[in-house]
């Protein structure tokens, strides 16, 4: 069985764990890149590694783990289409904002607990993703002052938290150096 993309680091850039999760495919447009999400395994250990599901945890015995696969790589794309009006302050797409409040809907109805302090303790992958959803819609609905932005290589989101606001970099390590690259071979070939 496969075990899926080993994440690191280096996935968890974002400012947000909201945005973190939909900055796992390395590019959106033209057309999509590589799903890091490449099988149920990736899934459940992204939700690992963001401190949503305890070691050991998968699916709940009736869950599907395609299904919880299927759900979790919906919910990303209604974040997209959320995230990229955020990011050039167009309208809100209600649609994905009601795909988004769904998730959120049966996570909290089934596989959350709430605690008195506002904290949300996940059960399951289920209440995982409906963690995902409430953060996005937070970040809808409470916007701070730090913009959200995407990277201009690989479309990467994330929260533009730099001194004067003019992060354009998911990383320096990664498309900063290449774009730096890049541009040193125009002006030297
Ligand atoms: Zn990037």
């Known amino acids: 069985m496969s075990t899926g993309t080993v994440w690191s680091d280096d996935h968890?850039?974002?400012g947000d764990v909201a945005l973190d999760f939909a900055n796992t495919v390395y590019r959106r447009t033209p057309e999509l890149g590589a799903d890091l999400l490449d099988?149920?395994?990736s899934l459940f250990s992204?939700?690992?590694w963001a401190a949503l599901l305890p070691a050991g945890d998968g699916p709940a015995l009736d869950d599907d783990p395609e299904s919880v696969l299927d759900e979790g790589r919906t919910m990303r794309q209604h974040m997209w289409a959320v995230f990229s009006s955020l990011e050039s302050g167009s309208d809100v797409p209600t649609s994905a904002?009601?795909?988004l409040l769904g998730?959120?809907?049966c996570g909290v109805r089934d596989a959350v607990t709430v605690g008195a302090d506002g904290s949300i303790a996940p059960h399951?992958?289920?209440g995982a993703l409906s963690v995902l959803a409430l953060r996005s819609l937070r970040l809808v609905l409470s916007p701070g002052s730090r913009p959200l932005r995407s990277c201009g290589r690989c479309g990467w989101f994330f929260v533009d938290s730099s001194r004067g606001r003019r992060r354009r970099w998911c990383s320096m390590k990664t498309c900063g150096n290449q774009?730096?690259?890049a541009r040193?071979?125009?002006t030297h070939s």
Do not use: C, D, H
């Open 124 to 126: 399951m992958v289920r």
């Open 39 to 41: 099988s149920p395994e």
């Open 179 to 181: 774009a730096k690259a």
């Open 12 to 14: 968890f850039i974002a």
């Open 46 to 48: 992204w939700l690992r």
């Open 97 to 99: 904002l009601a795909g």
């Open 184 to 186: 040193y071979r125009s």
């Open 103 to 105: 998730v959120a809907y």
